[in-house]
């Protein structure tokens, strides 16, 4: 099974046709106006129409209302939906109200971390592994910090799963290789500042997963 690759928080025309072009499974719209990488509706909608129907369009939202879910899957005509900092309770109700499928984040930073996935079993449709943050960071991700690898080693994954946090051109084959991840994501590892994206970095690290 080869190893697929998300670009998270793509905002422009030339950034998105660099990992379209690079064969990238999935592209990331952060609809989070903290986040550096936060897209508008009609610039998500713009973005989308460029997307092919064999790449998924994923929407990336932290604890969101209703009305934010509703009005981003109609701009951007999103696949599927990303939630950071939701409770399975929460990512289910979502997932019903939408009928879309869910990835729920969870944060890691010790091997005890990894047990919350078990509660978003028949809740969602993916799990995506993410370094915890500082208590104080105002992101739940996207700050290019990593976690310990090998604490997926030997884990029972209760749902598919994605790996996420820290990765970058550099690094995503020793991760790979260490957590048999078959699907990547990458956001401020490919970046030049951050919600800059670096269409070289994406072109590199694409190529990268490419040959895993």
């Known amino acids: ?3 697929t690759a998300k670009i998270c928080g793509l905002s422009t025309a030339a950034t998105l046709d660099t990992a379209l072009a690079g064969g990238a499974s999935h592209v990331g719209f952060v609809f989070f106006p903290p986040s550096p990488r936060h897209v508008t509706f009609d610039q998500a909608g713009s973005l989308s129409t460029r997307v092919p129907a064999q790449t998924g369009k994923v929407g990336v939202f932290v604890d969101p209302e209703d009305a934010l879910l ?3 899957i109609r701009a951007a005509r ?3 939906i990303q939630l950071h900092r939701v409770t399975p309770e929460r990512a289910a109700a979502i997932g019903a109200r939408t009928r879309l499928p869910v990835w729920a984040a969870v944060a890691v930073k010790t091997r005890a971390d990894l047990d919350a996935a078990n509660g978003f079993r028949g809740a969602v449709q993916r799990i995506l592994y993410d370094a915890k943050v500082p208590e104080d960071a105002k992101l739940p991700g996207g700050m ?3 976690f ?16 996420s946090g820290g990765l970058d051109p550099a690094n995503v084959a020793e991760a790979v290789g260490i957590t048999g991840a078959r699907l990547v994501d990458v956001s401020s590892g490919v970046e030049s500042a951050p919600g800059v994206k670096d269409e070289a970095k994406i072109a590199a ?3 990268t997963v ?3």
């Open 210 to 212: 490419a040959t895993l």
């Open 70 to 72: 509703e009005s981003a």
């Open 144 to 146: 290019g910090i990593r």
């Open 78 to 80: 999103l696949d599927a």
């Open 205 to 207: 690290f694409l190529k």
């Open 1 to 3: 099974m080869p190893v």
């Open 148 to 163: 310990d690898w090998t604490l997926l080693q030997g884990f029972a994954h209760p749902l598919p799963w994605a790996l």
